[in-house]
């Protein structure tokens, strides 16, 4: 049933896993893939998926292009003060979104706000892969409502900066995004919720 | 020039009103269009618009499927406590966006990812319909970036409660979100900015 040995060439193997990783993603959603299933679809012994991706995390981040993995950047985040977790956290997303001229932020707002079922996945690997470890680092009630409450503010600013240019926040260096929007995360993550 | 009179049927004159003002709006953008030029592309007199629409902002709303006007929903939000603005402001936008089954918000955010000259546009028309009326009905300072902070919270919660649908984000009633969301609209609205 898997092919292993047919390809000489040890890149049509990765570039043959990322082509299977998007299709199973996408059927599967995010939660519901599996390393096996990817392997099947390739063609490939499960074994050899780990040869070039980390983890199920490692592989949707390469099979979707994102600018990085979150697994890469969340200690720097998570490392420190609790009470300047919003800071951390805003500087590094900002970092990240503003690394590159090809936005690949644009690309994933494209293509979540077009298509449900890559909403679906890209919501499952932002729970798994960023909120909930940020929400697990900290002793609070309410996680799961704090962790949509902080991922609003962060995709909202993305529209805001990239989407609809809104000025002055689409031209703001990364310090003055992070003196008025961090506030707010860090209220969503620790702070009181509601009115109080 | 103008073919007044060639139509017997009003409804024909409003529907090719509405098709002009579109491409009059997405060629000039919101600010650019006028409501000359968007009569002249209908091939009517001017002072016909007026039959139909009350002005310029009535007719985008119109043309691009608004689920509501912003100009008969601001008196209600600017009316009474500034300390209370985020909660009117919050409560009014969400009752709007929850109102219809179609979603409008959805075409809406779709069409502003997809598509520049639209997101130019549509934030053209928010500055204009929504913002600069709201900030300009306080006594506050840096009124351009508190309304960009502003509109990203709200455009944020959007895409959480109807893209992404992050629970409990996305199934919260109305009251509930209010209670999370209007706290920071209201510190970007008139509270201290940066980490003050």
């Not at 043959?16 to 519901?32: P, S, V």
């Not at 780990?50 to 099979?63: E, G, I, N, R, T």
Request: aromatic share 6%; net charge neutral.
């Amino acid at each position: 049933m898997t092919r292993t040995g047919r390809r000489s060439d040890g890149s049509d193997t990765r570039a043959d896993l990322l082509t299977a990783a998007q299709r199973e993603f996408y059927d599967r959603g995010y939660a519901g893939a599996s390393i096996r299933g990817i392997a099947a679809g390739a063609g490939v012994d499960p074994a050899l998926v780990y040869h070039y991706f980390a983890d199920k995390q490692a592989l949707f981040v390469a099979a979707l292009r994102f600018p990085a993995n979150p697994a890469e950047k969340l200690p720097q985040v998570l490392a420190g003060d609790p009470k300047e977790l919003g800071i951390r956290l805003v500087g590094t997303v900002v970092s990240v979104w503003d690394s590159t001229e090809s936005s690949p932020i644009l690309t994933l707002l494209r293509s979540a706000v077009t298509n449900p079922a890559f909403a679906d996945m890209l919501r499952e690997f932002l729970i798994d892969a960023v909120l909930r470890p940020v929400l697990d680092s900290l002793v609070v009630q309410q996680r799961e409502l704090r962790a949509s409450l902080v991922a609003s503010q962060l995709v909202g600013l993305a529209m805001a900066r990239y989407v609809l240019r809104l000025p002055p926040l689409t031209t703001l260096g990364i310090d003055d995004v992070v003196q008025v929007i961090a506030p707010t995360v860090q209220r969503y993550l620790t702070g009181p919720l509601g009115a109080g």
